[in-house]
């Protein structure tokens, strides 16, 4: 089955810097991959996320790039702000066709702290 | 919409004891997966349905079963708790794979515990 490695396990970047989480993931058929962020004791929200079609996406201060050939994905958080204080968690998952789930398989997340 | 609601928010169960986690969604979601969450670890995935009376194991699918008779609800059984069972349990649903959104929506979780 698929496995998914997620790096750091834990990032401490100062107010205003630059955050990147990194993920690989071992199944080549792999094909959509997002990105959630879960805040203490709360459910996980999705906050971006890439099918392999797309080498890069954005969405305001968060951006997501993809490596098929390195099976790789990362995302990158510009200009942290406080709020973006949080675990991350990368998935990945073989959305295939109509009747098929889109079981996702989850990294073991990152613990982003954002210091003034 | 309420979105995807679980209940009960807490439960303690003694070690052979039987419960049923409770999850609804009013998204009119064909697909509903049933993850749990271990303190420190990402989500693992229990069972999921990707319909009325269709369900499938997931990664760790031992000491668990499902049903779904509905569209809307989708139940998780725990028959004989043990302590490995312990964890955060979260219930999420997602369009049909054909749609443009594969996203998954979770519910706000149960917190578990049995000694």
């Known amino acids: 089955g698929e496995n998914v490695e997620q790096h750091p396990s834990t990032l401490s970047v100062q107010e205003g810097d630059s955050a990147v989480i990194k993920c690989t993931y071992s199944?080549?058929?792999?094909?959509?991959f997002p990105w959630y962020k879960q805040e203490l004791g709360k459910r996980p929200q999705l906050i971006i996320d890439?099918?392999?079609?797309?080498g890069e996406k954005k969405d305001q201060r968060i951006a997501v790039t993809l490596n098929k050939t390195a099976k790789h994905f990362s995302l990158h958080i510009t200009e942290t702000q406080p709020e973006d204080s949080a675990v991350y968690f990368c998935?990945?998952?073989?959305?295939?066709?109509?009747?098929?789930?889109?079981?996702?398989?989850f990294g073991t997340g990152t613990r982003l702290q954002v210091t003034l | 919409n309420a979105g995807v609601t679980q209940t009960p928010k807490f439960r303690i169960l003694k070690i052979g004891q039987s419960m049923t986690l409770q999850c609804t969604q009013d998204?009119?979601?064909?697909?509903m997966y049933w993850y749990r969450q271990d303190p420190g670890m990402g989500l693992k995935l229990i069972y999921y349905?990707?319909?009325?009376?269709?369900?499938d194991k997931g990664e760790v699918p031992n000491g668990y079963n499902v049903s779904r008779s509905t569209t809307e609800d989708f139940p998780l059984r725990l028959e004989l708790a043990a302590p490995s069972q312990t964890s955060v349990y979260f219930c999420?649903?997602?369009?049909?794979?054909?749609?443009?959104?594969?996203?998954?929506?979770f519910g706000p979780g149960t917190r578990l515990t049995v000694t």
């Open positions: 999420a649903s997602s369009f049909p794979s054909g749609r443009s959104s594969y996203e998954q929506y």
């Open positions: 199944d080549s058929a792999s094909n959509y």
């Open positions: 890439i099918r392999s079609n797309v």
């Open positions: 998935a990945a998952s073989k959305a295939a066709g109509a009747g098929t789930a889109s079981k996702l398989t």
């Open positions: 998204m009119n979601h064909n697909y």
């Open positions: 349905s990707v319909g009325a009376g269709i369900t």
